[in-house]
């Protein structure tokens, strides 16, 4: 079945360094592809999405690119704050059922000042 | 504009008790989700409601879990005689229609289950 893969964390930066999450996926078509967030003590929040290939999603400074040939959708920011402490999780739409999301595990971020 | 609300946002039971985890969806919202996250796992997709029906339960456990939607008041998610196993984060998400493939969930902030 369908599934979503994630770099494990935690991953630890220091403010201003640039941010790369790897996230690749398997599927047997063209799902959308999400960036959720999950800040301590909130709920998830939809960070950015696309949905077809080529596509790149957008938001707060964070991008990622749906890239078919390598199913990958990296999620990457060129410099982060301590605000952006966080839990981040890559996931696809299921093809079948689309208001299924298929999560990968999470990775944690921490932003040191 | 309230979130989607889910309480108790922590919960202890000891093995063979039942658990009630309720959801409220954001105001105008009518479909909601159920999912469960493990330990060291992604969130996993149990049950997808609509007002008074249950559109989807694929992934569900066949025994002990159940889940309402009803007319008036918030959605139940309900384990009967839990087990250790069943310690995790279940987490709830609303839409306004049937999420499409690129539509947006909104999510609540978990119920953190704890089985003793």
């Known amino acids: 079945g369908d599934s979503v893969t994630q770099m494990e964390g935690p991953v630890t930066l220091s403010e201003e360094a640039f941010l790369t999450i790897n996230c690749t996926y398997t599927a047997t078509g063209y799902p959308s592809l999400f960036w959720y967030v999950q800040y301590p003590g909130e709920g998830l929040q939809l960070l950015l999405k696309a949905t077809k290939a080529d596509d790149k999603g957008s938001n707060k400074g964070f991008e990622a690119t749906y890239r078919k040939e390598t199913t990958s959708f990296h999620l990457e920011k060129g410099s982060v704050q301590v605000s952006d402490s966080a839990v981040y999780f890559c996931?696809?739409?299921?093809?079948?059922?689309?208001?299924?999301?298929?999560f990968g595990s999470g990775t944690r971020l921490l932003v040191r000042p | 504009n309230a979130g989607v609300m889910q309480n108790p946002r922590h919960l202890v039971r000891r093995r063979g008790q039942e658990a009630r985890l309720r959801c409220s969806p954001m105001k105008g919202h009518s479909h909601v989700y159920w999912y469960r996250q493990l330990p060291e796992e992604g969130l996993k997709f149990m049950v997808y409601l609509q007002k008074e029906n249950i559109i989807d339960e694929s992934g569900m456990p066949k025994e002990r879990f159940s889940a309402e939607f009803p007319k008036e008041g918030p959605s139940i998610l309900r384990i009967q005689q839990v087990v250790r196993g069943d310690s995790a984060a279940y987490f709830c998400?609303?839409?306004?229609?049937?999420?499409?493939?690129?539509?947006?969930?909104?999510f609540g902030p978990g119920t953190r289950l704890t089985v003793l």
């Open positions: 998400a609303s839409s306004p229609q049937g999420a499409g493939p690129t539509d947006e969930q909104f």
């Open positions: 996931a696809l739409s299921d093809l079948d059922s689309s208001y299924k999301l298929i």
